[in-house]
């Protein structure tokens, strides 16, 4: 008993061990319920601002932090099948569709394992390859997901042929994945929109595309409670993948992000999880938290922190629903 309370202190502390998302066993495929992986890809984002490669490693530094119960569901979500299975390979790291195959691939293989994917990446590209993989899967039984995407940009630019020469990139993914069929964007929510536009139709293509935009500006206007139950009204009954963009949150909450929004308040982290909630009880397929900038955080890593602790709400609530399976 003394050992395994001793164990327990430990393990609590971020910079002792050797570091695994939340702390979960670091092991291969084999039939999991949920599986934590790093995407340390930065060069679909195309500017000189391409160290979220070192995403993952930042969040596996600090997660321990975040191993806990969550006190509002009530429950453990780690006393369920959880491994860590490590990161994609990028042997050619700087050619960004190559990078975004060895995405598609490396997540097939979690597809047909059967198990549901929470990533850290990497820049906002990554969500392309994860969804090449997840959507119109087997894990959706064969439907495009609908998309929860929190973020202060479209990433449906599709007036640029390519970014900075990527072409599957951070800012075209939720373009091309509807044009792929592996995202519904008429079933799918944009929230917390506040980039700074270079022409006034920069939100067009999104509207095109069909998807329910809700700018900064139109949450703050309508309140949270009604966008939320617009989120569930549209997802309701369709399988459900998180992408969360940590530039949706205010600058002050997570200041080391890739494309950083500093004109328009964004979401702080109670507006940010109580939007996440929306999805609670839903059939949630996967998710992923993105653009992380760790060489540009704070000496106490918050926006690491922040970034795991949202993982941390997105494992608890698929977890939840495997519970009730």
């Known amino acids: 008993m003394a050992e395994e309370h001793d164990t327990s202190m430990m393990e609590n502390l ?42 993952p490693r930042a969040v596996r530094n600090v997660s321990a932090l975040q191993r806990r119960v969550h006190g509002e569901f009530g429950i453990n979500p780690w006393d369920i099948n959880i491994s860590d299975i490590g990161d994609v390979p990028f042997p050619r790291a700087n050619d960004n569709e190559h990078c975004i195959q060895q995405i598609t691939d490396f997540y097939e293989k979690v597809v047909r394992s059967g198990a549901r994917p929470v990533s850290i990446g990497g820049d906002h590209s990554i969500t392309g390859g994860i969804l090449q993989a997840v ?49 519904d964007p008429k079933t799918s929510m944009q929230i917390g929109l506040r980039g700074h536009p270079r022409t006034l139709d920069w939100l067009q293509p999104s509207y095109d595309y069909g998807y329910n935009v809700v700018t900064m500006k139109e949450y703050r206007k309508r309140g949270a409670l009604d966008v939320i139950e617009q989120v569930k009204d549209v997802l309701a009954d369709r399988p459900v993948y998180i992408t969360f963009d940590l530039d949706c949150l205010d600058p002050s909450v997570a200041p080391a992000v890739s494309n950083i929004e500093p004109g328009v308040t964004g979401f702080s982290m109670d507006e940010a999880t109580e939007l996440l909630h929306a999805a609670r009880g839903l059939n949630i397929v996967g998710g992923d938290v993105v653009c992380l900038m760790p060489t540009k955080d ?9 970034a795991a602790a949202i993982m941390f709400e997105m494992v608890s609530m698929i977890a939840e629903r495997v519970k009730k399976m």
């Open 14 to 55: 971020y910079w002792w061990g050797i570091p695994t998302l939340f702390r979960t066993p670091h092991e291969p495929l084999d039939a999991q319920d949920i599986v934590l992986a790093g995407v340390p890809h930065s060069t679909g984002n195309g500017t000189t601002e391409r160290d979220q490669h070192l995403g």
């Open 135 to 183: 959507g119109s899967s087997a894990l959706t039984n064969g439907q495009p997901v609908s998309l929860l995407h929190l973020d202060a940009h479209t990433d449906v630019f599709t007036k640029v042929d390519h970014f900075l020469g990527a072409e599957k990139s951070a800012a075209h993914w939720g373009a091309y994945l509807a044009d792929q069929g592996q995202v």
């Open 298 to 306: 704070s000496p106490n890593q918050i926006t690491a922190m922040v």
